[in-house]
């Protein structure tokens, strides 16, 4: 489970690069609730 979520925060951070901060934050708060 913890290397998933390193996984995640590595494509959120390059995602971020393309997209906007705002739709990071959704994607990020999304993802929150998925795995927490």
Known sequence: V???KIR????????S??????VV???TSTLHTCLY
Do not use: E, G, K, T
Not at 8 to 15: G, K, S, T
Not at 17 to 22: G, I, K, N, P
């Open 25 to 27: 934050q959704q994607v």
């Open 2 to 4: 913890h290397r998933r």
């Open 17 to 22: 690069q393309f997209v906007d901060a705002d």
């Open 8 to 15: 995640v925060w590595q494509m959120i951070c390059i995602l």
